[in-house]
């Protein structure tokens, strides 16, 4: 669905579209992780990728420990891919709060917000301002991750798409990136 007809929907609905996108999108973040995973274990077949942990945050330290262990990857591209992983993890992180607290609208302002489901220690409750722009812009920077990790990994396993694992790239609404240098 594009953005223009998106923002015509109700409010209800454009929270229910876009908490979809991020969800399939961070099941393409995941897929392509493994798929580093796969690669750094210097794996080809088809289904390696199903070997990786189960948790992304175990998936980035396992890379990472192993990229540390690859002669083979020059400084530039090792720093590269380390950066892609740092992102990742972070992107997922950002991701945790809209699938795990309530994506709701403020009695007050009607504007949305994220609210934590457990107490929190302190007793205040977590609640975090968003938009709609917001979560448009946690899409189009998981797509971004995705496509560099796809990069990472065809970068790490034969040195082709070098663009895509050390360059910038801007992921985009439709599911592709640009190659921004």
């Known amino acids: 669905m594009d953005l223009d007809t998106l923002r015509t929907l ?23 992780l ?10 080809h077949e088809i289904d390696a990728f199903l070997d990786a942990p189960r948790y992304i945050t ?6 990472k420990a192993l990229l540390s262990q690859r002669d083979d990857i020059d400084d530039g591209g090792r720093r590269a891919v380390n950066a892609i992983l740092t ?10 709060r809209f699938i795990h607290d309530m994506l709701r609208a403020d009695l ?13 220690p302190d007793g205040e409750q977590d609640i975090t301002a968003t938009t709609f722009d917001g979560m448009v812009g946690l899409v189009e920077d998981l797509v971004g991750v995705t496509w560099r990790l796809r990069g990472a990994a065809f970068y790490i396993l034969n040195g082709s798409w070098s663009g895509l694992a050390t360059g910038a790239v801007e992921g985009q609404w439709d599911g592709s990136a640009d190659y921004v240098g």
């Open 10 to 32: 109700p409010s209800s609905d454009q929270r229910v579209f876009l908490l979809g996108r991020i969800t399939s999108e961070t099941t393409s973040l995941d897929a392509a």
């Open 34 to 43: 493994r798929f580093v995973h796969a690669a750094l274990r210097g794996r």
């Open 58 to 63: 175990t998936i980035v330290k396992e890379c």
């Open 87 to 96: 992102a990742a993890n972070k992107l997922y992180t950002s991701r945790n």
């Open 108 to 120: 007050l302002s009607g504007r949305w917000e994220l609210a934590g489901l457990e107490r929190q």
